[in-house]
């Protein structure tokens, strides 16, 4: 689990309500002043940079609620009321990566009906959004890679950026050319997922000069996992996918809410 910081944790107020958040991209006319809602949105954002920026430079176990409101420039207890600790800022900083992929992605999969050309795609395109918070991410792998932690991908916590990552694979296959067997359609896109999941590892660890070596491997991966679920339309193979996405179901936290959630 991460590190407890020493430090009184306020009583926390509340959180702000989803209708006060900024439509993208809108900005006040020139000379206005930002609406209530509108600042409260510009203060969470604020909150959530300096986090992901002193994270950066002192490392994620150093970085105290204090400190970043400190350095934002807001008090401890406003701090609390956007993000009830260092854990529930780094689900901001996953929901924020989910949804700038799945935006970035749009290029691709309106362009392409080729399967493998679809996820090659989605995948060079998690890579670009990541690729400035690369040290970041070294950094806190220690707490993500705890089962425990709520910073881990497969926690509760995380299920809304999981859904968000898995959605965008569940588009990969209904884009693509080809028909996937009906039995397949659900447990595919989170076996993608979990492909995924296995590339980020890489990443994090990756040094080559622009992590080179990682789009490498999305690259053969995508034509590997193309091939794959193109032989997995033979009758014959689907029950070893079925049980590969079983196993993953019953030994993974996290994938068996998944699962439970998909059927209701």
Do not use: C
């Not at 006060?20 to 609406?35: I, M, N, R, S």
């Not at 679809?118 to 998690?126: E, K, P």
């Amino acid at each position: 689990m991460p590190a407890a910081e020493n430090e009184p944790r306020p009583a926390k107020s509340g959180t702000p309500a989803k209708s006060e958040k900024l439509a993208k991209g809108e900005k006040p006319a020139q000379g206005e002043k930002p609406a209530k809602g509108e600042k409260s949105e510009q203060t969470r954002t604020l909150i959530l940079e300096t986090a992901m920026r002193l994270f950066q430079e002192r490392g994620y176990d150093k970085t105290t609620m204090r400190a970043i409101a400190q350095e934002a420039g807001v008090s401890v207890g406003n701090a609390y009321y956007y993000f009830a600790g260092k854990e529930h800022l780094i689900q901001g900083f996953y929901d924020r990566i989910a949804a700038e992929h799945q935006a970035a992605v749009r290029e691709v999969l309106d362009r392409e009906t080729d399967l493998q050309a679809r996820l090659s795609g989605v995948l060079q395109a998690w890579l670009d959004i990541a690729t400035p918070y690369h040290e970041f991410a070294a950094q806190f792998f220690k707490n993500a890679a705890d089962p425990d932690s709520p910073l881990s991908p497969f926690s509760a916590e995380s299920e809304h950026a999981r859904e968000a990552a898995i959605d965008v694979h569940r588009e990969v296959l209904a884009g693509a050319k080809g028909k996937v067997p009906a039995e397949l359609r659900d447990v595919l896109p989170e076996l993608m997922w979990l492909s995924q999941m296995g590339l980020v590892l890489y990443w994090v660890f990756d040094r080559s000069p622009g992590s080179e070596r990682t789009r490498r491997l999305a690259d053969r991966g995508a034509r590997l996992t193309a091939r794959s679920i193109a032989l997995a339309r033979f009758r014959v193979l689907r029950p070893i996918v079925l049980e590969i996405h079983e196993l993953f179901t019953d030994f993974l936290p996290g994938m068996a809410q998944t699962a439970v959630a998909r059927k209701s």
